[in-house]
Nanobody, 130 residues
């Protein structure tokens, strides 16, 4: 089993920055695909960014150039650095993982990958004021 716990959410003004963390615990593996998703009130969940164990990252166009996804394998943690935040970034942010790693044979790790993302954290709220 895999557990994911997000942290780092909060309230900031537009133009500010936040760094979200997603800590994985349980049966972790060296090969993985992890993604960040968000869901704003009244809207559908959307993909934000994803990264695989080789460090290949991808982003939704809406966050490209402002958000950076990164990994610290020693800490089993994936981060989402969010800069130049806008009010439309307000949402609950979730991390998710393709797990177990055998699924990676048939899954392409991209920002909009949802197939195979079967493990999710509980989310962390990000609120951006104008």
């Amino acid at each position: 089993e895999l557990q994911l716990v997000e942290s780092g959410g909060g309230s900031v003004e537009a133009g500010g920055s936040l760094r979200l963390s997603c800590a994985a615990s349980g049966n972790t593996y060296n090969k993985y695909c992890m993604g960040w998703f968000r869901q704003a009130p009244g809207k559908e969940r959307e993909g934000v960014a994803a990264i695989d164990s080789d460090g290949a990252a991808s982003y939704a166009d809406s966050v490209k150039g402002r958000f950076t996804i990164a990994q610290d394998n020693a800490k089993n943690t994936v981060y989402l650095q969010m800069n130049s935040l806008k009010p439309e970034d307000t949402a609950t942010y979730y991390c998710a993982a393709v797990y177990p790693p055998e699924k990676l044979y048939t899954v392409v790790c991209k920002w909009d990958t949802t197939v195979g993302m079967d493990y999710w954290g509980r989310g962390t709220l990000v609120t951006i004021s104008s």
